[in-house]
Antibody, heavy 122, light 108 residues
Framework: QVQLQESGPGLVKTSETLSLTCTVS??????????WSWIRQTPGKGLEWIGY???????NYNPSLKSRVTISVDTSRNQFSLKLRSVTAADTAVYYC??????????????WGQGTLVTVSS | EIVLTQSPATLSLSPGERATLSCRAS??????LAWYQQKPGQAPRLLIY???KRATGIPARFSGSGSGTDFTLTINSLEPEDFAVYYC??????????FGPGTKVDIK
């Protein structure tokens, strides 16, 4: 059974960088056919996909966040990470990591972490 | 970016009743649509993918239908554990994939 767990600071200062790590257990992040995503949720904007990474390092980001986001993977630690630069209060959200599992010709989020609340404040 | 609209925003029903939830896309997503269930304090859970296929372990009372721009999630005979928020998500034209705003199914 695949499990994901987010970790990182729950409070980030305005204009600084939000950094989160997702630790995966129950299967390797390097398994072919799976992508690994970050998603966030706010009361105002709902669920918002941030981006994904493949174990090879290939990434794809939401255009609305692309200029501020970097997702990386560490296969030796079975982890992937999110960095979001120049944060504002609008980046306050519950951040989830999730696996994009392949279902037929598409990918859907079939395993999720429990989520971690990150608050941005001065 | 494809915009997903869900209706109604809230559905008040009693256990044993049928719930019918709607998701409409601003342009065609073919059948690349998923439904997720989210309970308070939990992450979303994949229920339906490719518009009509149940994910592993999902009870048969959950069914999905539709293609193109109009989709429906039906929950036959609501169980107490089914009262939650339901989101649709499209994976047809991405990035970005997008989610609907959700429908809350609560107890009448």
């Amino acid at each position: 059974q695949v499990q994901l767990q987010e970790s990182g600071p729950g409070l980030v200062k305005t204009s600084e960088t939000l950094s989160l790590t997702c630790t995966v257990s129950g299967g390797p992040v390097s398994r072919a056919g799976n992508y690994w995503s970050w998603i966030r949720q706010t009361p105002g904007k709902g669920l918002e996909w941030i981006g994904y990474i493949y174990y090879s390092g290939t990434t794809n980001y939401n255009p609305s966040l692309k200029s501020r986001v970097t997702i990386s993977v560490d296969t030796s630690r079975n982890q992937f990470s999110l960095k979001l630069r120049s944060v504002t209060a609008a980046d306050t959200a519950v951040y989830y990591c999730a696996r994009d599992g392949q279902y037929g010709s598409e990918y859907y989020f079939d395993y999720w972490g429990q989520g971690t609340l990150v608050t941005v404040s001065s | 970016e494809i915009v997903l609209t869900q209706s109604p925003a809230t559905l008040s029903l009693s256990p044993g009743e049928r719930a019918t939830l709607s998701c409409r896309a601003s342009q065609t997503v073919n059948s690349y649509l998923a439904w997720y269930q989210q309970k308070p304090g939990q992450a979303p859970r994949l229920l339906i993918y490719d518009a009509s296929k149940r994910a592993t372990g999902i009870p048969a009372r959950f069914s999905g239908s539709g293609s193109g721009t109009d989709f429906t999630l039906t929950i036959n005979s609501l169980e107490p554990e089914d009262f939650a928020v339901y989101y649709c998500q499209q994976r047809s034209n991405w990035p970005p994939d997008t989610f609907g705003p959700g429908t809350k199914v609560d107890i009448k």
